[in-house]
């Protein structure tokens, strides 16, 4: 004879285990700070080995093309303007060039649904590649500028107005990179908007204002690395005017945050599509 316990019993207290009333609760959604870090992180270890061979050549085309200018440009304000131009257009390279690739490359291989299924805001997604990407632009700018100062017997004072500008020249472009990477249709018309771009601020943010026609003055102040380029130029003086220059990176910033406002709209697009 077997003993069955009462409680499993049909008429039991425990046969049958209560439900759950009501669905079940969900987990604090992801905040965007630490979903930022963790993009970030990512991003960094990923393109640590595969983008440091092309921040070597954005780096050497850069010196190069201040090479190139003191053979035209001797000293003055135009010295001025080939230095900090060169040192600005590493960020472009990357930020513009390498970060337009990236996304477009993402849409078309269908990464994007990868980062779709991840707990993180779509801003972080965005603004931690960007971050990432421009974190590679510092070596070569301080390298750049620094050669060039030397070059073009310019002063290393106010070298350090570089920390402020980096990131958020880099920001701006950043942002704008995206941007293309996530509109464009194709891959190749990523690339192709990535290469405009930096062309655009090879050709309008090294070469003296100066010299330029009126026309293309005014395509020269649409392009947001200009900012970037003219801050750093007006602290070679004896004698900055440092309100002109945080005038100049704030609208750096400004451009910033809309040009990323913009990318991470593109990322919702791109990502439900």
Do not use: K
């Not at 980062?115 to 960007?130: D, I, K, N, S, W």
């Amino acid at each position: 004879m077997s003993v069955v316990p009462a409680e499993v019993l049909p008429g039991g207290s425990r046969a049958v285990p209560e439900t759950a009333s009501g669905p079940a609760e969900l987990g604090p959604r992801a905040r965007l700070w630490p979903s930022l870090a963790a993009v970030y992180r990512a991003q960094l270890s990923r393109a640590r080995v595969a983008r440091i061979p092309l921040l070597f050549v954005a780096t050497f085309q850069s010196v190069g093309i201040a090479v190139m200018m003191r053979g035209v440009v001797e000293g003055g304000a135009e010295a001025q303007s080939v230095v900090a131009g060169s040192s600005v257009l590493v960020v472009a390279y990357v930020a513009l060039n390498l970060l337009s690739q990236y996304f477009g490359h993402l849409r078309a291989s269908g990464g994007l649904d990868h980062y779709a299924t991840l707990p993180v805001p779509p801003a972080a997604v965005v603004l931690g590649a960007a971050a990432a990407y421009a974190s590679f632009t510092v070596p070569g700018t301080l390298v750049t500028a620094v050669f060039g100062c030397v070059l073009f017997g310019l002063p290393l004072t106010n070298l350090w107005v570089l920390l402020a500008v980096i990131p958020l020249a880099g920001a701006a472009l950043a942002g704008l990179g995206a941007a293309c990477g996530l509109l464009a249709p194709r891959p190749e018309l990523a690339t192709l908007l990535g290469q405009l771009g930096m062309s655009a601020a090879l050709l309008l943010g090294v070469l003296p204002a100066g010299r330029m026609p009126e026309a293309i003055r005014l395509a020269r102040d649409l392009l947001p690395s200009t900012y970037g380029v003219e801050a750093y130029a007006r602290t070679f003086g004896p004698h900055p005017d440092w309100a002109l220059v945080l005038v100049d990176l704030g609208v750096c910033a400004g451009v910033g945050v809309v040009s990323l406002a913009v990318a991470t709209r593109a990322y919702r697009r791109a990502a439900v599509r």
